[in-house]
Structure formats: structure tokens, C-alpha cells
């Protein structure tokens, strides 16, 4: 069992930056492989970053935030991050973080809502124009 408390939302221009963080309860928090998801008003929730539980190089990104956006984990303080730069209108919704005990190996594992079973309660990036 973990518990996901998302923080780090808030309101910046075009081309600005934001850091999200999700603090994670539980002692086992560095077995989990972690992600980050968004969801914008309207439309379904989006995979967004994912990372895998025993190394930064193992990472993943949808294609439209590559090179602006960077996941890093720190296992000992049980907390997940995601440095948003250069961030763009359409980057507006609820960011969530979410984990899995599932051992991905594809960007499609990595990527996929239902592999994930524990979810934080979100928090809003609007990015104004």
C-alpha cells in the first residue's frame, strides 16, 4: 500500500517553469515503478512521464514533452519529481502521480492507465498564453 500526495501546481506564462512533487508513503516506495499523468478538462487522462524503480536512465516520456520535461525520483526520501520547462498552454490539467508494482519493459507498459494501482489526488499547472 502507498499513499500519493501531489504539490508543486500553480499558475505561469508561457515558457515558464514549474517542479512537481509527490511524496509517497510506505516503506517500499523504492520498489515501485512511478509515472505521471495529466488530465485536461474534457478529455481523458494522458500519460505523461514514467520512471522505473531502480535507475534514472530508465525513463519515459510522451513525444510531446520530450526535451522540456524531466522525471527523477529520490528513493531515500521517498519522492517523485517532474521539472516541467518551456511550458506551453496545451500543457494545462491535472497532473497526477501514480505507481505500479508491475515490471514494465515497454513504453507501452510504462504508459498504460490500467498497470497503475495507486493514484495521488492531483494537482493544477495551468500555463496562461
Known amino acids: 500500500q502507498v499513499l500519493l500526495v501531489e504539490s508543486g501546481g500553480g499558475l505561469v506564462q508561457a515558457g515558464g517553469s514549474l517542479r512537481l512533487s509527490c511524496a509517497a508513503s510506505?516503506?517500499?516506495?523504492?520498489?515501485?515503478?512511478m509515472g505521471w499523468f495529466r488530465q485536461a478538462p474534457g478529455k481523458e487522462r494522458e500519460f505523461v512521464a514514467a520512471?522505473?524503480?531502480?535507475?534514472?536512465?530508465?525513463?519515459y516520456y510522451r513525444d510531446s514533452v520530450k526535451g522540456r520535461f524531466t522525471i527523477s525520483r529520490d528513493n531515500a526520501k521517498n519522492t517523485l519529481y517532474l521539472q516541467m520547462n518551456s511550458l506551453k498552454p496545451e500543457d494545462t490539467a491535472v497532473y497526477y502521480c501514480?505507481?505500479?508494482?508491475?515490471?514494465?519493459?515497454?513504453?507501452?507498459?510504462?504508459?498504460?492507465?490500467?498497470?497503475?494501482?495507486?493514484w495521488g489526488q492531483g494537482t493544477q499547472v495551468t500555463v496562461s498564453s
Open positions: 520512471i522505473n524503480w531502480d535507475s534514472d536512465d530508465n525513463t
Open positions: 510506505g516503506r517500499t516506495f523504492s520498489r515501485y515503478v
Open positions: 501514480a505507481a505500479t508494482y508491475e515490471r514494465c519493459s515497454t513504453y507501452g507498459c510504462y504508459a498504460e492507465i490500467r498497470n497503475y494501482n495507486y
